[in-house]
């Protein structure tokens, strides 16, 4: 006797692998999640203003005497 097969399992097996590997293809195209982008983003206004306030205040940009 042989064992039976439920066609309807292994279809939707097949889709989900599908689903898996587009989602990967997908993660691999677009990116970091959007956490990581925020915090990149967070730090990089943070050094822009430390550095601003490290700037001299006297107005002279020249640096020609």
């Known amino acids: ?3 039976v097969t439920n ?3 292994f ?3 097949k889709a989900k692998r599908e ?6 293809r997908n993660a691999v195209k677009f ?3 959007k956490a990581d982008k925020e915090l990149e983003r967070a ?3 943070k ?3 430390d550095l601003d306030g490290h ?3 006297d107005g002279d940009d020249d640096t020609a005497p």
Not at 19 to 24: S, Y
């Open 55 to 57: 700037k001299s205040g």
């Open 43 to 45: 730090r990089a206004e």
């Open 47 to 49: 050094s822009k203003r």
């Open 19 to 24: 689903a898996r590997e587009e989602a990967d």
């Open 7 to 9: 066609l309807n399992q």
């Open 11 to 13: 279809r939707k097996a």
């Open 1 to 3: 006797m042989s064992n």
């Open 31 to 33: 990116g970091r999640p």
